[in-house]
């Protein structure tokens, strides 16, 4: 009697496990769009709390911060520091957060990946995002 596998069966194994390994690298990625997308979110939601904070201070918004991929921190004229260091975008190199203020009101925006197709502003290059708070939540 013969030991060993036959070339079809050795076909069948390496099919079965590519079929595996490529429906896991494509839970992945969905799994990754996922998490950039949640921290998304809870970066905008720190710094709309902070934005509070700061008209809560000083009985306006700031009308000069930006929000860009550089370290930057949220300060009054008095020194107090309502955000020690605004957040960035996870793929900063790709996307930014959006920020248009006034003294009374305000609109920040990000890119979810697994987003609608709603628009409050420009997220980076061409893309517009497509998650928008506001003074009273979510626009």
């Known amino acids: 009697m013969k030991k060993g596998y036959t070339l079809i069966e050795i076909l069948v194994v390496a ?8 429906g896991a690298a494509a839970s992945f990625t969905s ?4 998490a950039r997308d949640a921290r998304r979110k809870g970066d905008l939601e720190q ?3 902070a934005l509070e904070q700061y008209r809560s201070a000083n009985s306006t918004y700031p ?3 930006t929000l860009s991929c550089a370290v930057a921190s949220l300060t009054d004229a008095s020194g107090n ?3 020690s260091k605004i957040p960035t975008d996870p793929r900063c190199v790709t996307y930014t957060y959006y920020l248009t203020a006034s003294a009374s009101d ?11 197709s709603s628009s409050c502003g420009n997220c980076g290059g061409s893309q517009v995002c497509n ?8 626009k």
Do not use: F, H
């Open 47 to 49: 710094v709309r709390s």
């Open 31 to 34: 799994l990754n769009k996922s």
């Open 63 to 65: 009308t000069t911060l």
């Open 106 to 116: 305000y609109t920040l925006g990000a890119y979810l990946e697994g987003g609608s």
């Open 81 to 83: 520091i309502y955000l």
């Open 15 to 22: 099919t079965i496990i590519g079929l595996l390994a490529a």
């Open 131 to 138: 998650y928008c708070l506001g003074p009273y939540g979510q």
